[in-house]
């Protein structure tokens, strides 16, 4: 609209101006190498605006002439990109998707329209990845690692590659890599230290899990579970390298980080008793056995007053698990305490008819072997010890495959599955949950009651001094 009305002002203008020349006639003339032109001065102004046009027209043809190619070829090429980050966009929907074909094709497309980009050498990698073609992935991993702002990317999936492939050392390596350059990333953190644990470094697996909780990559209770399991193995290296004072402190703060650990426990235990440190050694069974009673824990408890005669033994376990114990493990150990001391009629009480249970315990059928003997002679006993070669036994079982170990260790040596095993029988159905035993016990007796039901809490534990000599009871030991 408003350019019609330009061109209709512009025409009465052009109207105006040829009317106002037109009433004020004159000629104009040229002299030149001795030609003379002359014309009206209408027409002269006439032939300038013809060659004005004339010479924008060549001007225009001049500029198509020569830049014509190259706007063919930028349009071109703007086609090809956008057709490329077509193909780009629908192989990632199709990796997304597990759609190997179609992944593979666009994967193909992308490069031949993008040439190498960062994106197309991610698309193409985890495309060959997906249609399983480990060569080809491995080339544009690496590949990857040549370029800063993709070498973190290619780590990742080389690290992945070397962990499938059974390559831990090389894993090792490209993790360390990868940790080096972000060591926030959760995905570091996390392969990193199992790589660390697995190859038994647990002084940097120890470190990684550290960073993983202070980044927040790794939740608190998780955290400190798996720096107590680190601090464990430190623990027994120090002592296995003869330093016991510091392995004693580290096995200490292993135990304090995850009192459910039993195995810290038991060599805090081991080596505060070797170091002469027994009333903080009984402190840390009592702690433990109100988390959970525990037949290793008995034993560590024996051995550390092992050279006590059987009388004064039984007062300490009377002290340990109270005078009437409602848990099953406290009265097994405190019927075979009374049995020990001669006391066979408690022992039998004590113990109940824990061991006519059909699925009762190898140790409480064996025990109820040794009272029936005691009691009424070898006979009786008989049909015990029979059962005893088939009655179940508790031990270290994984929870994932159910494999049996003699000892504690931290990855499954059947399914090597990390911090799996468990206290229970051999056939898994009666593992203990590791949760109950994660947190330190309640201060409160009732409210530790409570949440523990079958554990007895000691009500008034007696007071114990900051030295052994102190303790009436390590004193009567001597
Ligand atoms: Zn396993």
Redesign the pocket.
């Known amino acids: 609209m408003s350019r019609a009305i330009t061109a209709f002002v512009l025409l009465i203008v052009l109207g105006v101006l040829a009317a106002w020349i037109a009433d004020r006639p004159g000629q104009l003339g040229l002299d030149w190498q001795g030609y003379r032109v002359e014309m009206p001065v209408g027409l002269g102004i006439g032939a300038a605006v013809v060659a004005m046009v004339v010479a924008a027209i060549l001007y225009q043809v001049w500029r198509w002439v020569r830049r014509g190619p190259a706007d063919l070829a930028q349009a071109r090429a703007k086609r090809r990109h956008n057709r490329g980050q077509l193909a780009l966009t629908r192989g990632m929907v199709a990796v997304a998707a597990g759609d190997r074909a179609a992944a593979l094709r666009f994967s193909r497309e992308a490069e031949r329209y993008l040439a190498e980009t960062p994106l197309t050498m991610l698309l193409a990698a985890q495309a060959a990845q997906l249609s399983g073609d480990d060569k080809a992935a491995r080339r544009y991993f690496s590949a990857m690692l040549k370029r800063p702002e993709l070498e973190f990317l290619g780590l990742r999936g080389l690290v992945g590659q070397a962990n499938r492939s059974g390559d831990r050392a090389g894993a090792l390596t490209l993790a360390r890599r990868a940790y080096a350059l972000n060591p926030q990333a959760p995905w570091v953190l996390s392969a990193l230290f199992d790589l660390e644990a697995r190859a038994g470094n647990w002084r940097e697996a120890e470190r990684v899990v550290t960073r993983a909780v202070t980044s927040r990559a790794l939740g608190e209770s998780e955290g400190r579970r798996r720096q107590a399991i680190a601090g464990l193995h430190i623990a027994r290296d120090l002592r296995d390298k003869g330093d016991t004072a510091a392995a004693r402190k580290t096995a200490l703060k292993a135990h304090a980080l995850e009192p459910g650990l039993m195995p810290a426990t038991l060599l805090a235990v081991d080596l505060l008793g070797a170091a002469g440190k027994r009333r903080r050694a009984l402190h840390l069974i009592e702690q433990a056995w109100q988390l959970a009673p525990h037949a290793e824990l008995a034993a560590a408890h024996r051995h550390l007053f092992v050279a006590e005669d059987a009388k004064s033994y039984l007062q300490r376990v009377n002290h340990l698990v109270g005078p009437a114990p409602a848990h099953d493990e406290a009265r097994r150990v405190l019927a075979a305490a009374a049995l020990e001391a001669g006391q066979t009629e408690r022992a039998a009480e004590v113990l109940g008819a824990l061991a006519d249970e059909p699925n009762a315990e190898a140790l409480m059928v064996r025990l109820k072997a040794s009272i029936e003997e005691r009691a009424h002679g070898p006979a009786a006993a008989r049909p015990w010890l029979e059962r005893v070669a088939t009655a179940p036994e508790p031990g270290w079982t ?1 929870n ?2 159910t ?1 049996r170990h003699d000892a504690w260790v931290a990855h ?1 040596t ?2 090597e ?1 990390f911090d ?1 095993l468990r206290w229970g029988v051999v056939d898994g159905v009666e593992l203990a949950k590791p949760e109950g035993a994660r947190h330190l016990p309640p201060v409160d007796a009732d409210a530790a009651q409570a949440e523990s039901p079958g554990v007895t809490v000691l009500r008034s534990p007696p007071p114990l001094g900051s030295e052994d000599d102190d303790d009436p009871l390590l004193r009567a030991a001597g």
Do not use: A
């Open positions: 994984c994932v495959c494999h499954c059947h399914c599955t799996s």
